[in-house]
């Protein structure tokens, strides 16, 4: 079964407003989770790595202000794309790692479309 | 930093041709290294990995030799199917911590009938 629940899996909204996106770690406690976007024909860019109970780190160019981390649990972690424009419509993923390398799971995924 | 490449697609076969999918990554020690698929509609699901050199990872059909010397990790499959059809990420992972992983651009690959 799934290891890690994401949802939503499909988001539509107008621009200026804001989205909430959950990742759930279902089997295991992790400490860090891993926000990954993804533009039409590009490939996967990390945005951020999530750590739980402190603050997120962020890769260069993206806005935090703009991408709001929360990892307030070993379970789950929040991204929320605030005031959002058509340019942030993405395909958003999270990955969680699990010990050392043998142990790499993906959410499945928000296509996010901002009108 | 590290960095992975993967050959440009879409790559566009007949059923049953022969796939090579190519990947070279740059990296300083031992990354372990994968191939994702992506299905259409889908998330990212895990093809294969190999862990250190000269493994081979292997699933439903698709290989990758870990090349150390040649910095690669192509991908083959001897026969494709119409349900082969994705896009294919190329990545790598470092062995210690919870360093995230690092992709190539993805190859799209479409088998016809």
């Known amino acids: 079964g799934a290891v890690v629940s994401q949802h939503p899996s499909r988001v539509i909204c107008k621009s200026g407003t804001s989205v909430k996106i959950e990742c759930r770690s279902l089997?295991?406690?992790?400490?860090?989770m891993f926000w990954y976007r993804q533009f039409p024909k590009q490939s996967l860019m990390l945005m951020a790595t999530s750590n739980e109970g402190s603050k997120a780190t962020y890769e260069q160019g993206v806005e935090k202000d703009k991408f709001l981390i929360n990892h307030a649990s070993l379970t789950l972690s929040t991204l929320t794309v605030t005031s959002a424009h058509p340019e942030d419509s993405s395909f958003y993923i999270c990955s969680i790692k699990q010990g050392g390398n043998e142990k790499l799971f993906f959410g499945s995924g928000t296509q996010l479309s901002v009108l | 930093g590290d960095s992975v490449t993967q050959m440009e697609g879409p790559v566009t076969l007949s059923e049953e041709a022969f796939l090579t999918i190519n990947c070279t990554y740059t990296a300083t020690g031992y990354p372990s290294l994968f191939w994702y698929v992506q299905y259409p509609g889908e998330g990212l699901q895990l093809l294969l990995k190999a862990t250190k050199a000269d493994d081979k990872g292997s699933n439903k059909g698709f290989e990758a030799t870990y090349r150390k010397e040649t910095t690669s990790f192509h991908l083959e499959k001897g026969s494709v199917q119409v349900s082969d059809s994705a896009v294919y990420f190329c990545a790598l992972s470092r062995n210690s911590g919870n360093t995230p992983l690092v992709f190539g651009k993805g190859t799209r690959l479409s088998v016809i009938a």
């Open positions: 089997d295991f406690q992790a400490t860090t």
